[in-house]
């Protein structure tokens, strides 16, 4: 068997090679562009097959004509794989199908049996490496490993280039067997360089792979962590629960009994919160503990704890903070509160109480003296209420009494 016959042979097993790879990728990753792959190295491989039977088969029409066919056909689904491959998105039209009357076409003008018919496949052959150089560019600008790509992009511009020097030595030989023997041996390199764009393909995928995996851990994280901080937070306010609380407070008391340090607590409650839902809505009634849940997280240190207690109270935890400082604390808060839009005449105040933890008292005990003190605020507050509201009625019944008569 002549050299150049005995390298096609070996080329066309490295092509059912890379056809077999393609299979079983295909059966592992379900991507668009390996089922053209698959068939553009199918393609390859029947041309490749078909050209080692031609000493036995005889040159012919028909012989020629199947062989072009097969090659451009090989070409058109490289080309059509690897703009899949780049977007997996695009969908396959059956418009593309017309494709196949410009294959057959070409391919009956190239194999035309008459002198010089070997020359009339130096285009087709020049089509090849167009295509070839075409895909070494697509891969070059394509996203993922720097290795793949670079592996792909030199393994389709050698084989670009050794596809145009067959074409060149083609044109000026008019025969293969009147080639210089280095061309005998063109089907190894082809072979050499499919083995690389196998290599490539794997490599690219791999990478791609391990960044799809590393997606979705961080995903997976990010979902847990999200479900944590649902599990710890009111879902209205955004503040720490009352589930929370309890992992934070044993925390903080074993702190503060290590350290020697003051831990102090404030109990907030919303003022005139019931007659706002009342008269205003539920909805207002949410965005008034939402704009008291902003104030007050604004007004504590990131060190502090500002936890929803149940309905319209918020315990607040200061740690290192001592019965003083505690107390202004307190004072501040209440005095501050700016006025909530949307509450016009019925602008609610905060009634808050405070308390220093004793070390050699139990923690509920400093709960309920805040609480005390918070309830004690709160019906001040409503009886100062109540006597404005007095005094704005006797003055208005004044006002009656006294008016002048009319004409």
Same mark, same amino acid.
């Given at each position: 068997?002549?050299?150049?016959?005995?390298?096609?042979? &070996?080329?066309?097993?490295?092509?059912?090679?890379?056809?077999?790879?393609? &299979?079983?990728?295909?059966?592992?990753?379900?991507?668009?562009?390996?089922?053209?792959?698959?068939?553009?190295?199918?393609?390859?491989? &029947?041309?490749?097959?078909?050209?080692?039977?031609?000493?036995?088969?005889?040159?012919?029409?028909?012989?020629?004509?199947?062989?072009?066919?097969?090659?451009?056909?090989?070409?058109?689904?490289?080309?059509?794989?690897?703009?899949?491959?780049?977007?997996?998105?695009?969908?396959?039209?059956?418009?593309?199908?017309?494709?196949?009357?410009?294959?057959?076409?070409?391919?009956?003008?190239?194999?035309?049996?008459?002198?010089?018919?070997? @020359?009339?496949?130096?285009?087709?052959?020049?089509?090849?490496?167009?295509?070839?150089?075409?895909?070494?560019?697509?891969?070059?600008?394509?996203?993922?490993?720097?290795?793949?790509?670079?592996?792909? /992009?030199?393994?389709?511009?050698?084989?670009?280039?050794?596809?145009?020097?067959?074409?060149?030595?083609?044109?000026?030989?008019?025969?293969?067997?009147?080639?210089?023997?280095?061309?005998?041996?063109?089907?190894?390199?082809?072979?050499?360089?499919?083995?690389?764009?196998?290599?490539?393909?794997?490599?690219?995928?791999?990478?791609?792979?391990?960044?799809?995996?590393?997606?979705?851990?961080?995903?997976?994280?990010?979902?847990?962590?999200?479900?944590?901080?649902?599990?710890?937070?009111?879902?209205?306010?955004?503040?720490?629960?009352?589930?929370?609380?309890?992992?934070?407070?044993?925390?903080?008391?074993?702190?503060?009994?290590?350290?020697?340090?003051?831990?102090? &607590?404030?109990?907030?409650?919303?003022?005139? /919160?019931?007659?706002?839902?009342?008269?205003? @809505?539920?909805?207002?009634?949410?965005?008034?503990?939402?704009?008291?849940?902003?104030?007050?997280?604004?007004?504590?240190?990131?060190?502090?704890?500002?936890?929803?207690?149940?309905?319209?109270?918020?315990?607040?935890?200061?740690? @290192?903070?001592? @019965?003083?400082?505690?107390?202004?604390?307190?004072?501040?808060?209440?005095?501050?509160?700016?006025?909530?839009?949307?509450?016009?005449?019925?602008?609610?105040?905060?009634?808050?109480?405070?308390?220093?933890?004793?070390?050699?008292?139990?923690?509920?005990?400093?709960?309920?003296?805040?609480?005390?003190?918070?309830?004690?605020?709160?019906?001040?507050?409503?009886?100062?209420?109540?006597?404005?509201?007095?005094?704005?009625?006797?003055?208005?019944?004044?006002?009656?009494? /006294?008016?002048?008569?009319?004409?």
């Amino acid at each position: 068997m002549p050299v150049y016959q005995f390298s096609l042979l &070996v080329q066309s097993a490295g092509t059912a090679l890379l056809f077999i790879v393609f &299979v079983l990728l295909y059966q592992k990753i379900r991507r668009k562009a390996f089922l053209d792959w698959i068939a553009s190295w199918a393609f390859l491989m &029947v041309a490749l097959s078909t050209l080692v039977l031609l000493p036995s088969l005889g040159p012919s029409r028909g012989f020629f004509f199947f062989v072009h066919a097969c090659l451009l056909s090989h070409v058109l689904f490289l080309l059509r794989g690897v703009r899949r491959f780049r977007d997996d998105r695009l969908r396959s039209s059956r418009i593309e199908l017309l494709w196949i009357i410009p294959i057959l076409g070409v391919s009956w003008w190239t194999s035309i049996l008459e002198e010089g018919a070997n @020359g009339r496949s130096v285009p087709l052959i020049i089509g090849t490496a167009i295509a070839y150089a075409v895909t070494s560019l697509a891969f070059a600008i394509t996203p993922g490993s720097a290795a793949g790509r670079l592996l792909l /992009f030199a393994s389709f511009l050698l084989w670009a280039a050794e596809r145009a020097a067959f074409a060149y030595a083609l044109a000026r030989f008019g025969h293969p067997d009147q080639m210089p023997p280095l061309f005998d041996y063109s089907s190894f390199l082809a072979m050499f360089l499919e083995m690389t764009i196998a290599v490539g393909v794997i490599i690219l995928l791999f990478e791609a792979s391990q960044s799809r995996l590393a997606a979705e851990m961080h995903q997976l994280v990010s979902s847990e962590e999200q479900l944590k901080e649902m599990g710890i937070r009111d879902p209205l306010t955004g503040l720490f629960n009352r589930h929370y609380f309890n992992d934070v407070i044993r925390r903080e008391l074993a702190s503060a009994r290590r350290y020697g340090t003051a831990l102090s &607590v404030l109990l907030a409650d919303v003022d005139r /919160f019931k007659e706002i839902n009342d008269k205003k @809505g539920h909805a207002v009634g949410d965005d008034v503990l939402k704009f008291v849940a902003n104030y007050l997280t604004a007004c504590v240190r990131e060190t502090d704890y500002v936890f929803r207690w149940g309905g319209d109270e918020f315990l607040i935890v200061l740690p @290192g903070t001592d @019965g003083p400082a505690a107390e202004l604390k307190a004072e501040e808060l209440d005095r501050r509160l700016p006025n909530i839009p949307g509450t016009d005449s019925l602008q609610p105040t905060l009634s808050v109480g405070w308390a220093m933890h004793r070390s050699d008292a139990d923690f509920p005990l400093t709960l309920a003296e805040a609480d005390a003190r918070m309830y004690e605020m709160k019906v001040m507050r409503k009886r100062e209420r109540a006597e404005r509201e007095r005094d704005r009625e006797l003055l208005g019944g004044a006002g009656k009494r /006294f008016e002048p008569a009319g004409p």
